[in-house]
């Protein structure tokens, strides 16, 4: 019985100690890399993530960002019809091969940068979404900057070679979270062979297959894009979702399109053999009832306003406390929305994540019918009560 106790101790303490040093006995072959979570921005495993250089097409994500960004707000529609300008149709390297004059959706374009990674279709989008080439590369600059991309400046929307047009492994990392949180884009960057028709008469039927080929080394891979250029060199911004976790591997520098791949299988297969997501509250969670006082309904749900997400070590003990703050009673008339209290998770004492609770529905004050017939019927509840006892 000894002899098992001990075996299983050390073998126990192996497994600790593998589990511990496995990222840092991790040796990447490209120059640059970082593993991050998607929904928090932590990193797990970087290397020279800081070191600036030029991303080649993993520019898109940003342009893939922007348009996201203009379909969510509104402002633009994945059916609008986009007319190719002169600028856009001259774009050189991968193209969709658009012509001048020539209508195309902002669906069929957003497969030509997702996809084939076409300069022309990148370009084409950044116009439409800020009117002109120039407006959209300020504005490119502007969200890196409101994202905390601290080592980037955008020259283009397609990430073709030119002077001072930078990044880093890391803030391709945060852009890369930022365009995740887009679940409509996994529809495209996911998508392994599509049909495009281009040609000012639609004549002409391209099938556009995706530069990513780790879509088919692992199913689970979902985007987001590659790059490539002689002096970038191999470049990618990859993802994968498995459960409740989403990890995003960044690689630079790359010296060949198999390193690359290699690397980011790496770094993938290290985050989810080590690390979960766990949503403590989920958005529209419920999470108490509350009474009301004055109103047609007695109990109003109360509900989370917002996701709370941590990632968590594999196996580690989740010490975290959950701390419901909402009033015993409430007074009617209340509108779906109202903030009734908060929901903190703390760990070690420290405030890891916090929400409002709001009020699920709509809940109309009682009239002085309603008020009146309640009131007896309480009446006589409490004296059958009474006489009961």
Not at 72 to 79: R, V
Not at 368 to 384: W, Y
């Amino acid at each position: 019985m000894f002899k098992k106790t001990v075996i299983v101790f050390i073998l126990s303490v192996f497994l600790f100690f593998n589990t511990c040093i496995c990222a840092s006995a991790m040796t990447l072959k490209s120059e640059c890399a970082v593993l991050v979570d998607a929904k928090t921005g932590k990193v797990l495993f970087s290397q020279n993530e800081n070191k600036v250089s030029p991303p080649a097409s993993v520019t898109k994500v940003m342009t893939m960002l922007l348009v996201m960004k203009a379909v969510d707000e509104g402002k633009i529609t994945l059916d609008d019809e986009v007319t190719i300008s002169e600028y856009a149709s001259k774009m050189g390297g991968t193209q969709l091969f658009i012509e001048p004059g020539e209508k195309i959706t902002v669906r069929d374009l957003l497969y030509g940068v997702s996809v084939e990674s076409a300069n022309d279709a990148a370009t084409a989008l950044g116009e439409y979404v800020a009117g002109s080439n120039d407006a959209f590369v300020a504005m490119m600059n502007e969200e890196a900057k409101q994202l905390g991309m601290k080592n980037t400046v955008f020259k283009n929307a397609n990430g073709l070679p030119e002077n001072g047009h930078v990044t880093t492994a890391y803030d391709i990392a945060l852009m890369s979270c930022e365009l995740a949180k887009y679940d409509q884009i996994f529809q495209f960057t996911k998508t392994w062979m599509v049909d495009v028709k281009v040609g000012v008469n639609d004549e002409i039927t391209r099938t556009l297959a995706n530069t990513n080929k780790l879509l088919v080394k692992d199913k689970a891979i979902d985007g987001l894009k590659t790059g490539y250029t002689t002096e970038a060199m191999h470049c990618i911004s990859a993802t994968k979702k498995q459960g409740d976790l989403r990890l995003i591997a960044v690689i630079m520098r790359a010296r060949s399109a198999d390193e690359r791949s290699s690397d980011v299988l790496s770094l993938l297969n290290y985050g989810f053999a080590n690390y979960e997501g766990k949503y403590y509250v989920k958005k529209g969670d419920k999470v108490a009832d509350v009474n009301v006082a004055r109103g047609q309904i007695t109990i109003v749900e109360a509900v989370a306003d917002n996701d709370i997400y941590d990632i968590i070590t594999k196996g580690a003990k989740d010490n975290a406390e959950i701390k419901v703050d909402v009033p015993q009673k409430i007074n009617a008339p209340i509108k779906a929305g109202d903030v009734l209290g908060t929901i903190t998770i703390i760990k070690d004492g420290i405030e890891m994540g916090k929400c409002n609770i709001t009020a699920k529905t709509d809940i109309e004050k009682t009239n002085v019918f309603m008020h009146i017939g309640r009131s007896i019927k309480n009446f006589f509840k409490v004296n059958t009560v009474k006489k009961t006892s």
